[in-house]
């Protein structure tokens, strides 16, 4: 089975600083995609960033850029120039190629952000 | 465009109770994802439904049920409530089975 950690439960950063978040998983499949969601107080989670494993470029969405290591099967989203309205829980997920909407999430990072 | 929308938003029920929850998908949206989400966790998967067909099934037991209808709306019913079923349920649509998923805002159970 697949699993998805987050090691870091909090994080803070300073307004129009840069932080990374930390993601591990571990699967046996080759091929699979991989997600950053954030929720905000408003419950609905928001897709932030996709990887696709087969793709050796990392994924970017404005501040929002990942750094994908297969070989270590880590998955980081740094945010950079961080703004106020970044504040919220950040979710890792993965998902195996033609498994539906079947992701399997981490236990999430809240970050913070100080003005 | 109208987002997922999910009802009701919060919702109180006793041990042993049944509830439903409801979710309208995007339009034009054929799929419909269930997940629960603990306090503190990250989310869970449920059910899949596609053209209203069970797609997934997570590790549930049989007490949570779903279905879909032909306007591709869906309900989850829980059976025989336990307090360790309060959480947030999230409903996700998208196009396909295999395409982005979109969330709604969840529905808050409490078992008291």
């Known amino acids: 089975a697949q699993t998805v950690t987050q090691s870091q439960p909090e994080m803070s950063v300073q307004e129009a600083e840069t932080v990374t978040l930390s993601c591990t998983y571990d699967t046996s499949e080759s091929d699979y995609y991989l997600f950053w969601y954030k929720q905000p107080p408003s419950r609905q989670m928001i897709l932030v960033i996709r990887q696709e494993a087969y793709k050796q470029q990392n994924a970017t969405e404005n501040r929002f850029s990942v750094n994908f290591q297969k070989a270590a099967k880590s998955f980081s989203l740094k945010i950079s120039d961080s703004q106020l309205g970044d504040a919220a829980m950040y979710f890792c997920?993965?998902?195996?190629?033609?498994?539906?909407?079947?992701?399997?999430f981490g236990g999430g990072t809240r970050l913070m952000v100080k003005p | 465009d109208a987002g997922v929308t999910q009802s009701p938003t919060h919702l109180i029920k006793t041990r042993g109770q049944q509830v439903t929850l409801r979710c309208s998908p995007i339009s034009g949206h054929k799929s419909v994802s269930w997940y629960q989400q603990v306090l503190g966790q990250g989310p869970q998967f449920i059910f899949q439904?596609?053209?209203?067909?069970?797609?997934g099934r997570g590790n549930f037991p049989d007490r949570f049920s779903a279905r879909q209808f032909p306007n591709y709306s869906s309900e989850l019913n829980v059976n025989a409530l336990l307090l360790g079923d309060s959480a947030l349920y999230l409903c996700a649509s998208s196009l396909g089975s295999n395409t982005e998923a979109f969330f709604g805002q969840g529905t808050r159970l409490t078992v008291v």
């Open positions: 997920a993965y998902r195996r190629i033609n498994a539906g909407n079947m992701l399997t």
């Open positions: 439904y596609y053209e209203k067909e069970e797609r």
